[in-house]
């Protein structure tokens, strides 16, 4: 069940998903090449220690997300085993003005014991597909005030990013993060990897909130 929680509304102001502004929540993965490259490069991207593969058909980006599976450390000591599931999100009325943005963030989730990737499904950067990435810091583990979780999100410093459809973003372990939120008009796909036992609390913690989002 989810805890709910109170919060003064905040403007939301997205920025666009690159690795260095999201490295304190996790991930990104997004290849190096452009869409027009179609031949085998003379000069191997620095990105992701590319090398050759295949009879030099192919180029193998090296440890470009790493999977983390903490469920050693949880309550129940059930094991847990990876899973792949795929998820098809709907469009969302994200509204797209320069001060103002019509999504209102209802609620935050996280894995407490294994990373989350999401990786989307026959979109590029060159479409029109974009999805919103909003992720939060944790709060110092505390049971104190309005919350009944541990470690609850830090909402106030809540970072919001868009990413287009040719990037996949992998949650850290414990990272409070929305739900995918689709923009534009078309659905996208994404895959899903993480790990999970099957025990609720364990798999996925809620928070839900209220209005964060200021609308004019």
Known sequence: MATSVSSKPMRMEP????QSDFAPFGTVIECPLSQSDKTFPTTLPALYNAVPANQNTALKYVDVTYMKNRYGSAPSDVPAKAVMNMFSCFPQPIKIRKHDHGLNVKILER???????????????????KYLVVVAPTLPQSSDGPFTVMGPPDVANMKFFWAHGGQAVTYGVGTWHMPMAVAGEERMDFVVVQYANGVAEEDCQEVR????VQEN
């Open 111 to 129: 894995h407490p014991y294994t990373t989350q990737t999401f990786i989307p499904l026959g979109a590029t950067r060159d479409s029109n597909s």
């Open 209 to 212: 909130l209220a209005p964060v």
């Open 15 to 18: 920025i666009p998903l690159t």
